[in-house]
């Protein structure tokens, strides 16, 4: 609290204010001064909010200045999708949404349109297991599929190796690689898959992203290691020149083109002519 303490005492001499506190200062401003609120309630009548199961206290007491005047407020939320509890969401805010706004209607919407009845049975009967929910008995008229196969590995790379022997297999019961897709719910999660792939020279398709080796960053990497194996990488040397910035601009590069591609200055000594040698290219 010492330290929060500074930091705000700080933020005022320099008249600034980080991301949290845009939120905190306009429910100290409505608290305070209700004809600067009453100004928002005429300007805003409807409200509508997305994710509610996502948001935080303050986002909560934000939201209640606003909707006090008219009550028309609309919300959006899934009890059983709250997964940023680590960063301060309340899932308690649609929990007690009936409560807190008497004679909200309640609208569920259970049929599933883009899950097998067996996917969606085995969501539904794990979700089940959640404390602290509103419920919900969701339903699909898709057909039932193929039954859900739950294994477990010990890591990234096992999974991929488990992984990649299934669509192996699947080759080789003349099916095509195109009707494979493998999904993942963060992009660094395709790394193992993807040297798994290249391994076995099996072709893939990143969808939603650059594959691993193409971003950006693995791409600078790739050329700092390129130009310490070979210093006469012109290629390797023209990407990082200036990865991370340091003011090296085109015209500075092409007089370092033209330095490296002139001769070697000659001179005598008293143990006989020899040389220095410019860099045969950096």
Known sequence: MKLYAIYQARLK???????????MHMIDIFQRHPDVLESYH?????????????TNVAQYLWLR????AHK?????????QSIYGWRGAEVDNILRFEHDFPGAEVVRLEQNYR???????AA???IANNRGRLGKTLFTDDELGNRVKVRGVWDGEAEARLIADDIEGWRQSNRSYADVAVLVRAAWQMRAFEERFLMLRI??????GPRFFERAEVRDVHAYLRLIRSEDDDLAFERIVNQPKRGVGEGTVQKLHAHAGKPPVRFVTDNGPSSIRTPAKW
């Open 124 to 126: 539904s009967h794990l």
């Open 115 to 121: 899950s097998t009845g067996h996917i969606l049975a």
């Open 203 to 208: 072709p893939y398709k990143v969808i939603g």
């Open 42 to 54: 005429k300007k805003l009548s409807h409200l509508m909010v997305d994710e509610y199961q996502d």
């Open 65 to 68: 200045l606003l909707a006090q």
């Open 72 to 80: 028309n407020l609309c919300v959006i939320g899934d009890d059983d």
């Open 13 to 23: 001499i320099l008249n600034a204010c980080d991301f949290g506190d845009l939120l």
